[in-house]
Every structure is written in structure tokens, then in C-alpha cells.
T-cell receptor, first 114, second 115 residues
Framework: AQKVTQAQTEISVVEKEDVTLDCVYE???????LFWYKQPPSGELVFLIR??????QNEISGRYSWNFQKSTSSFNFTITASQVVDSAVYFC???????????FGTGTRLQVFP | DTGVSQNPRHKITKRGQNVTFRCDPI?????LYWYRQTLGQGPEFLTY????????KSRLLSDRFSAERPKGSFSTLEIQRTEQGDSAMYLC?????????????FGPGTRLTVL
């Protein structure tokens, strides 16, 4: 069975701090895809990144970076120099080779205080 | 290029009533997905279509739920004889099958409250 675990329910930081959101996944598929989505208070899920299981290269996009480690089944997300606008619930998700449905974690609520 | 749209944004109904939600995907996307999200949880997959064909349904989709996608464009999700446990956010997403990056893009959701 596929499963995504986001152990951190809520994180609070002060603006400009760096913060890492953890994601651990379980799957028996050898080919799979990992995603991060952001859900601001407005409710709409915003796509941030997609990685496939064959590409373990870490990725950086502005203040965002992602660390994919197959050895520990983790796909962690770091926000550098956090801003108040980063306040949202962040979801990690997994899809397998033969299905496009997304399996989501329970999310991590990030609050960034000025 | 407009995003995924959903109507209505909010729906309040009494237990036992039927409700129908609509989703309009991104215009060139051939796949359309429905998810349900309850408070404090991640979205849970309900069903998805490729063009007109409904390819997968979750066990969460009881016989009171039915989804259609006539002509492979917009989709409707109907819930018959609503129960209080149906109260949730219903999310629609679309994607382009076969694209180099087959990523699901979500709409704003329809929040259902069953009294």
C-alpha cells in the first residue's frame, strides 16, 4: 500500500528563519512520483514541485529547495528566509506508476510570524 | 489560459437532500479528478476520468455518489440523500495525460455543509 507521512502537524517560525518540512513515503512501486502542494487560507491547492523516482537530484527554486533521498524514503522541503506569505498548509503527495491518483499526507501547517 | 473552476464555491443543504457540483477543467486537459478533503486532513481521491471514461473509483465513493463527464469536458459530482458525514471540501483537478510532466492542477473547491 502507498502511504505518505508528514509527522509535523504545525510549525511556527519568525520571519527570515529557515524551515524544513518533512515527508516520508511508502510504496512498492519502483517508478513513482512525489509532489508538494501549498494550500493557503483561500483553500486552493497550489502545485509546487514534482519529482520522479529516478531523479534524486536536489532542486532549488528561489527560496524553496527540495531534498529527495530514496535511501530514507524522504522528500523534504526547505524554505529559506521564510516570509509571512509562506504561511499555509503544505502537503506532500505520492502517485504510483500505474495510477495517477495522488496519495496525500495529512499536511503541515506553517505559520510565519513577522 | 484559465485554471480549473468549480461551482458553487459553497453549498449548505439539509440532510437527505441531493446536491450537484460542477467542475470545468483547464481547456486542453483530458484528465479530470475528484478529491474530498475533511478538516485537518489531506485530500482523498474519489474518482477520475480520461476524456469521457471513468477509469478509477475509490471505495470512498459510495452508491450515493455519482460522477459524470459527458463529452469529456466539464464534470459533475452528485451526492444523493446527503448525510452529515458528507460535509467536506470537494476538490477537482485536471491534467494532461501524456504530457512530459503530468501534473494535477486543482480548482478552488466546493465546500459542502450538511445540516
Amino acid at each position: 500500500a502507498q502511504k505518505v507521512t508528514q509527522a509535523q502537524t504545525e510549525i511556527s517560525v519568525v520571519e527570515k528563519e529557515d524551515v524544513t518540512l518533512d515527508c516520508v513515503y511508502e510504496t512498492r512501486d519502483t517508478t513513482y512520483y512525489l509532489f508538494w502542494y501549498k494550500q493557503p487560507p483561500s483553500g486552493e491547492l497550489v502545485f509546487l514541485i514534482r519529482r520522479n523516482s529516478f531523479d534524486e537530484q536536489n532542486e532549488i527554486s528561489g527560496r524553496y529547495s527540495w531534498n529527495f533521498q530514496k535511501s530514507t524514503s524522504s522528500f523534504n522541503f526547505t524554505i529559506t528566509a521564510s516570509q509571512v506569505v509562506d504561511s499555509a498548509v503544505y502537503f506532500c503527495a505520492l502517485s504510483g506508476y500505474n495510477t495517477d491518483k495522488l496519495i496525500f499526507g495529512t499536511g503541515t501547517r506553517l505559520q510565519v510570524f513577522p | 489560459d484559465t485554471g480549473v473552476s468549480q461551482n458553487p464555491r459553497h453549498k449548505i443543504t439539509k440532510r437527505g437532500q441531493n446536491v450537484t457540483f460542477r467542475c470545468d477543467p483547464i481547456s486542453e486537459h483530458n484528465r479530470l479528478y475528484w478529491y474530498r478533503q475533511t478538516l485537518g486532513q489531506g485530500p482523498e481521491f474519489l474518482t477520475y476520468f480520461q476524456n469521457e471514461a471513468q477509469l478509477e473509483k475509490s471505495r470512498l465513493l459510495s452508491d450515493r455518489f455519482s460522477a459524470e463527464r459527458p463529452k469529456g469536458s466539464f464534470s459533475t459530482l452528485e451526492i444523493q440523500r446527503t448525510e452529515q458525514g458528507d460535509s467536506a471540501m470537494y476538490l477537482c483537478a485536471s491534467s494532461l495525460a501524456g504530457a512530459p510532466v503530468d501534473t494535477q492542477y486543482f480548482g478552488p473547491g466546493t465546500r459542502l455543509t450538511v445540516l
